[in-house]
C-alpha cells in the first residue's frame, strides 16, 4: 500500500510540474502575442519646423493624418505640430531617438553629424532632374540610407522633399560663375556647401534663417539659397531682385518614427503607418513642384528678373564645384559614391 501511495504522490507532482510548465507556457505566449498587440486610441505627434503653409505640412495635414485615421477605423489619431513647436530639426530628432516623440518631419543636413551617409546630398549638381532625384531615393541608395537611418534609432517611413535649392541677390543677374564673384551669400552651416560658394567665388555666410530678411535689407548679406517655395514664403523677393534657377543642390526631407515607439507596435499598425507615409511623401513631391512653378511665375510677376541658366550654363557651376565630390567622399567612403556614380549612370542610360 504504502508503494502504490508513494507512487501516487509521484505522478501528481507530476503532473503539478507539467500542469505548472505548460501555465508558464501559455503566460509567456499571451505576453509575447500581446507585447505589440494592436494599440487602442494611439496618438501620434508629427514635429516640423516649417511654417503651416510648407508643402510638407500640408501633406502631413491633409494626407498623412486621413490615411492613418481612417486605415486604423480612428483608433490611430495623428496631431501635426509645425514652426517648431515642439523643438527644431535637431531637438525633435533626438525626442525620437530617445522615444519621447513619434515622428519628426526633417530635412537631412541636422543629421550628417549622426549619419555621415547623408552627406551625398550636398553634392551640387548631384541631380539634374526631380525624376532622377526620385529614381535614386526610392532605389538602392535609399534603402542603404534608411538602413543606416534605423541603426541609430530612426525608421525613415518615407522620403518627400525641400526640392532644388535657387539663387537670390540684390546686386546683379548671375548666369555664370564670374557673376558670384564678391557677392555675399548667406548659406547653412555647411561645409560642403560652404566649399562649393567658394569655389564658384561667392563669399558664403553662414547665417540663422530667421535673421536673413533683415540681415538682406540692411546689406550685411547679398544673398541667399533656398527652393523657391522658401523663400517666396519668407518674402524674400521684397529685397532679392534677381534670382537664378540654378538648382545647386536637391535638399530631400525625412519622415523619421522613433525605433523604440515603433517597434511596440504590432504589424497591422506598422504597415498602415508605412502606406500613408507613402502616400503623403508622393503627394508633398507633387505640392512641393506645383508650388515652385506657381511661385516662379508669381515672382515674374512681382517684378522680379529670373534668369533660367541652360544645361551649358549649368555645366560651368557644376565644373566648378567638382572638389566637393571628394570631400565627402573622404566622409562618407568610396563604396557608397562608387553605388550612387553607378545608380545615377544606369537610371541616365535607361532614360
Known sequence: MKKII??????????????SFVGCKNNDTKKSETANAAPQNLVIRVSNGSSESAPTVQA?????????EE???GRITVENYYSSVLGDDTKATEACRSGELEIASTSTAPLVGLIPELAIFDIPFLFTSYEEADAIIDGKIGDILNQKMEEKGLI???????????????????????????????????KYHLEAWKALGASPTPMSWNEVFTALQQGIIDGQENPIPNFY?????????????TGHVYSPLLFLY?????????????????????????????LNREQTELKKQA??????????????????????TQSVWASVEKQVGSELINDLKTELQSYRASN
Request: glycine content about 4%; overall charge neutral; hydrophobic content about 40%.
Open 6 to 19: 508513494k507512487l501516487t504522490g509521484v505522478l501528481i507532482l507530476g503532473c503539478l510540474i507539467t500542469s
Open 60 to 68: 502631413a495635414i491633409n494626407v498623412f493624418a486621413p490615411a492613418v
Open 71 to 73: 486605415a486604423s477605423n
Open 156 to 190: 525613415n517611413l518615407a522620403w518627400d522633399e525641400n526640392g532644388f535649392r535657387d539663387l537670390t541677390n540684390s546686386v546683379r543677374p548671375v548666369s555664370s560663375p564670374d557673376d558670384l564673384n564678391g557677392l555675399k551669400i548667406r548659406t547653412m552651416e555647411n
Open 233 to 245: 514664403a519668407a518674402r524674400i523677393q521684397e529685397v532679392n531682385k534677381y534670382i537664378t534657377t
Open 258 to 286: 522613433s525605433k523604440k515607439i515603433f517597434d511596440t507596435y504590432d504589424s497591422e499598425t506598422q504597415q498602415i503607418l508605412r502606406d500613408a507615409a507613402r502616400k503623403f511623401a508622393l503627394a508633398e513631391r507633387q
Open 299 to 320: 515672382l515674374i510677376d512681382e517684378g522680379c528678373t529670373v534668369i533660367e541658366l541652360t544645361p551649358e550654363q549649368k555645366k560651368l557651376f557644376q565644373d566648378k
